[in-house]
């Protein structure tokens, strides 16, 4: 089993970034999709989910229009778009993936996303 987070970086305040997960090992279809952010010093907290079947999707009010999740379950993938960027959204971002039934899920290893002019 993998989750392979990539496309964190360095942007500006105001900037974009796009996140993507992709999957492996285990039928992705099956599983509710999450990204979650932790910054220094504080909780991990939930950013974005997405149902196993892409049909509903929920946000942190922190990122309530300015992040879009989205999934591809052709090719296993589950992405981030991140638009209108603050310095407060740096932080380490996790992909995670759930089973639709709840039993257990998987974290993948994070990717930097540092906002700062």
């Known amino acids: 089993v993998q989750l392979l987070e990539s496309g964190g970086g360095l942007a500006q305040p105001g900037g974009s970034l796009r996140l993507t997960c992709a999957a492996s090992?285990?039928?992705?279809?099956?599983?509710?999709m999450s990204w979650y952010r932790q910054a220094p010093g504080k909780a991990r907290e939930l950013v974005a989910q997405?149902?196993?079947?892409?049909?509903?999707?929920d946000y942190a009010g922190s990122v309530k229009g300015r992040f879009t999740i989205s999934r591809d379950n052709g090719k296993n993938t589950a992405d981030l778009q991140m638009n209108s960027l603050k310095p407060e959204d740096t932080a380490v971002y996790y992909c995670?993936?759930?089973?639709?039934?709840?039993?257990?899920?998987?974290w993948g290893q994070g990717t930097q996303v540092t906002v700062s002019s």
């Open positions: 090992g285990f039928p992705f279809s099956s599983y509710h």
């Open positions: 997405i149902t196993f079947g892409g049909s509903r999707t």
């Open positions: 995670n993936a759930k089973h639709k039934w709840g039993s257990h899920d998987y």
